[in-house]
């Protein structure tokens, strides 16, 4: 890994698990650092890559969405639904209190 790159410590693997409330043996720690460590590598190279007059994309390819009317195609059900609620009070349904 090159000098310059960001890096985490093992302590700093632990650190994260713990305040992750992720309990992690030694090997696991370890594994998950090499991990961490490969993908903040790559992110680091990614950063080098001079973007310089290169455009924003919103996808890989260039996708353009189909697009239709925005019509409501649904029925109004709520009466239907309401009629089967065991409680309702001006069109809300009453549930009970679970807040002890």
Not at 38 to 50: F, N, S, T, V
Not at 71 to 93: S, W
Request: hydrophobic letters at 45%; aromatic letters at 2%.
């Amino acid at each position: 890994m090159k000098a310059n790159t960001m890096s985490l410590s093992l302590d700093d693997v632990r650190r994260i698990a713990r305040l992750a409330r992720v309990a992690v043996t030694d090997d696991e720690a370890q594994a998950t650092q090499m991990q961490l460590n490969r993908i903040l590598g790559l992110i680091e190279e990614m950063r080098a890559i001079d973007t310089t007059g290169i455009e924003p994309m919103a996808h890989a390819q260039d996708v353009h969405l189909r697009l239709r009317e925005d019509v409501v195609t649904a029925t109004d059900r709520r009466e239907a639904f309401q009629r089967v609620a065991p409680e309702k009070e001006n069109g809300l349904y009453l549930v009970p209190k679970v807040i002890e």
